[in-house]
């Protein structure tokens, strides 16, 4: 199979619509309809919508958990979210799978548990984006917004905006190790 990988000089939002181009163009050419994509403000929710129609595509969008950036708040609310509902897409906001109750060790007793720690590996390895698009695929399977006999594409990015793309076959965080990351659409070269 001949499928080529688009490195990004730099990370970040700027590469977001590109991203988009490169994942719908995939999404057609496998016929993949469910995409997931990870958005903390709606922005790059938003613009996902523009991309991929709720008529054709399963849009899966998720969010910082509640309480992520600091108690009692929620980055992706009002607005933003009722627009991207709006426009079809269901947003998630859930625990992270690649968080949960480890990170209040980290917090409370500077206590690094295993799960985190191979989060944070898989970051300093291959780029946020990769460590995302795989958290995000489990959580949208653990949330029953995805099937897992179909392949998902996952977008995800560094910092804010969309950098990355991956074709995923899905599974649920309890069966994270059945999971395959089948190719990498998209990511920053220089992370």
């Given at each position: 199979m001949d499928l080529t990988v688009t490195y990004f000089e730099q990370t970040g939002k700027l590469n977001t619509e590109n991203v988009l181009n490169i994942a719908k163009k995939h999404a057609k050419k496998f016929n993949i309809k469910n995409i997931i994509i990870a958005s903390t403000t709606g922005y790059t929710g938003l613009k996902a919508t523009e991309f991929f129609d709720s008529a054709d595509?399963?849009?899966?969008?998720?969010?910082?958990?509640?309480?992520?950036?600091?108690?009692?708040?929620?980055?992706?609310?009002?607005?933003?979210?009722?627009?991207?509902?709006?426009?079809?897409?269901?947003?998630?906001?859930?625990t992270h799978a690649f968080a949960g109750v480890e990170r209040a060790f980290r917090f409370k007793l500077n206590m690094w548990q295993p799960v985190e720690t191979f989060a944070r590996t898989v970051r300093f390895v291959f780029g946020e984006g990769i460590k995302v698009v795989m958290e995000i695929t489990m959580m949208a399977a653990d949330a029953g917004l995805i099937t897992l006999d179909e392949d998902v594409i996952a977008i995800a990015g560094t910092g804010r905006g969309a950098d990355t793309a991956c074709i995923i076959k899905p599974e649920y965080t309890s069966n994270f190790l059945d999971m395959r990351l089948k190719a990498i659409l998209c990511k920053p070269f220089n992370f």
């Open positions: 595509y399963n849009l899966v969008v998720v969010s910082h958990s509640a309480g992520f950036k600091e108690r009692g708040f929620q980055e992706l609310g009002g607005e933003e979210r009722h627009a991207i509902e709006e426009r079809g897409a269901n947003v998630l906001t859930c």
